[in-house]
């Protein structure tokens, strides 16, 4: 792990996002992955968990100073909206097929490379800082790697005593490079554990999900803008921003409206089509819509699960 990544992010082959075949569209026309807020995920108690696992973890006695700190930190923090996207490391797996895709409806199971970051979606300029400005100050998101989810009380307390020791590397470099004008980079690096510590409580979940083999992508924004969008599910209405590739700046790949031209392309590297009567027959069109929107090269698969 290096002194930037906490939680460490998940260094493994593809990871598999679970989905229908209007999410499966969705991404390959407009290169987009969708990451939602809590109140639209399946688990209504998605979120809380991390929280209570926050209130109830007991740091040594000699970080415990340490980490009340950038626990205070982490309730003062003015971030306030939270999205999540999710994948697992299974790429064919019955009770994702279950739980995430509207089997007995045909679902899809979307590989993508983990390696290549991504940011929020946005199509209009940041506000560009001209002497302090607190629009300019507050216009700033951050995404995350993709991260294993930690699941059960032993799993996130041992996450959470990796903190200190992790940020205290952290803040004492950025204290190092401390000019004689300028020392928002240790600013910055609180900052840093302050999300990070953040980021725990949206990875955590209880063990009895264990299965799922859960990966997720994390990410925050200090205020809200046009960038997060809304949908309706059968939770209600959905808030979510749209993740892409592409250069970032401030945590946003931006697009020039003007040129009107698209987001680049999704690491995508598989699809598999879920169990269904019809999934044989789905492949020709699958294939398709990938080589219609520039992704040469993904392998098409049906799922070996056999469901009734």
């Known amino acids: 792990m290096t002194t930037e990544d906490f939680p460490p992010p998940y260094t493994g082959s593809d990871v598999y996002h679970y989905t229908d ?3 499966l569209i969705g991404m390959v026309e407009n290169h987009t992955l969708r990451a939602t807020d809590s109140s639209g995920m399946n688990d209504p108690r998605e979120g ?3 929280e209570e696992r926050l209130d109830l973890y007991q740091p040594s006695s000699e970080d415990r100073e340490t980490f009340e700190h950038h626990r205070w930190r982490t309730g003062m923090n003015l971030v306030n909206e939270v999205f999540v996207a999710c994948a697992s490391t299974e790429r064919d797996d019955v009770s994702q097929w279950m739980r995430y895709t509207p089997w007995p409806d045909v679902g899809y199971s979307i590989g993508l490379a983990p390696g290549t970051p991504l940011g929020i979606a946005r199509q209009y300029p940041l506000v560009e800082q001209k002497g302090p400005s607190m629009a300019a100050l507050f216009d700033v998101a951050r995404t ?10 032993q799993q996130f307390n041992e996450a959470a005593a990796r903190l200190v020791p992790w940020g205290d590397a952290l803040v004492d470099r950025a204290r190092q490079q401390v000019t004689s004008d300028d020392d928002s980079c240790v600013q910055e690096a609180e900052d840093s554990v302050t999300t990070s510590l953040s980021d725990l409580t949206r990875l955590a979940k209880d063990a009895g999900f264990a299965s799922e083999k859960e990966v997720r992508i994390v990410s925050s924004v200090v205020t809200p803008g046009k960038y997060i ?3 309706a599910s059968r939770y209600g209405v959905v808030r979510y921003v749209e993740l892409v590739a592409g250069e970032q700046k401030r945590g946003f790949v931006m697009r020039d409206e003007k040129k009107n031209d698209s987001w680049k392309r999704l690491p995508i590297t598989s699809v598999t089509i879920g ?3 019809y ?3 789905g492949v020709r069109a699958v294939r398709g819509l990938l080589l219609e929107n520039g992704y040469d090269g993904v392998s098409v698969h049906v799922s070996d699960c056999q469901m009734r």
């Open 279 to 281: 999934a044989e027959r």
């Open 275 to 277: 169990p269904s009567p």
């Open 21 to 23: 075949a209007g999410g």
């Open 144 to 153: 995350s790697r993709w991260s294993a989810v930690i699941y059960g009380p």
């Open 48 to 50: 809380l968990y991390g």
């Open 229 to 231: 969008q809304s949908r």
